[in-house]
């Protein structure tokens, strides 16, 4: 099955920085990419998404890059302020509703 | 309102007392799915559904049950909880096995 991992477990930056949080998988059958973030006792909500047909896609801030050769994909969040402090996941998926989570990033803004 | 609805919020019960956590979504969602949370391993999906009387396991099946026996509701039933159980459980659904998953509020359980 889809394997998913996660880096850093961990970020802190300083308000106005830009953070990235980076995934790997292991089933080159996974299409479809997203990304949740879960502020501190809410439900993870979802930020960005992006398929396997495409290589980069940009909301505002936010942005995620896809390499299906190298399998992985990144999420980066540029000028961040407070309100991004939360703990990110990124998910893999083939389709066949094995969705499969990393083990998350708690990022820290500092004002 | 489209939602996800899970209960109950809170449970702190006994090792091999039977319970159900119930999830209804109200959005004529296809695929349903259990997860559980616990410190630095993310979400561990439990078992998931992609229709009506269609389950499969997850990545952590053991001590769980699940049923679809209507599209809308996704009950998880722990037969025998034992304290390793203890978790944050998220209930989630989609219009299908890959999009945009609408996640419950959760439910923590403690199993003592």
């Known amino acids: 099955g889809e394997n998913v991992e996660q880096h850093p477990s961990t970020l802190s930056v300083q308000e106005g920085d830009s953070a990235v949080i980076k995934c790997t998988y292991s089933?080159?059958?996974?299409?479809?990419f997203p990304w949740y973030k879960q502020e501190l006792g809410k439900r993870p909500q979802l930020i960005i998404d992006?398929?396997?047909?495409?290589g980069e896609k940009k909301d505002q801030r936010i942005a995620v890059t896809l390499n299906k050769t190298a399998k992985h994909f990144s999420l980066h969040i540029t000028e961040t302020q407070p309100e991004d402090s939360a703990v990110y996941f990124c998910?893999?998926?083939?389709?066949?509703?094995?969705?499969?989570f990393g083990a998350g990033t708690r990022l820290t803004v500092k004002p | 309102e489209a939602q996800v609805t899970q209960n109950p919020r809170y449970l702190i019960t006994v090792t091999g007392k039977k319970l159900t956590v119930t999830c209804s979504q109200n959005?004529?969602?296809?695929?349903m799915s259990w997860y559980r949370q616990d410190p630095g391993l993310g979400l561990r999906q439990i078992y998931y559904?992609?229709?009506?009387?269609?389950?499969d396991k997850g990545d952590v099946p053991e001590g769980y049950k699940v049923s679809r026996k209507e599209k809308r509701n996704f009950p998880l039933i722990l037969e025998s909880p034992s304290p390793n159980q203890t978790s944050l459980y998220f209930c989630?659904?989609?219009?299908?096995?890959?999009?945009?998953?609408?996640f419950g509020a959760g439910s923590r359980l403690t199993v003592l």
């Open positions: 989630a659904s989609s219009n299908s096995g890959a999009n945009v998953l609408t």
């Open positions: 089933d080159s059958a996974s299409n479809y």
């Open positions: 992006i398929r396997s047909n495409v």
């Open positions: 998910a893999a998926s083939a389709g066949f509703g094995d969705m499969r």
């Open positions: 959005m004529n969602h296809e695929y």
């Open positions: 559904s992609m229709n009506v009387e269609v389950t």
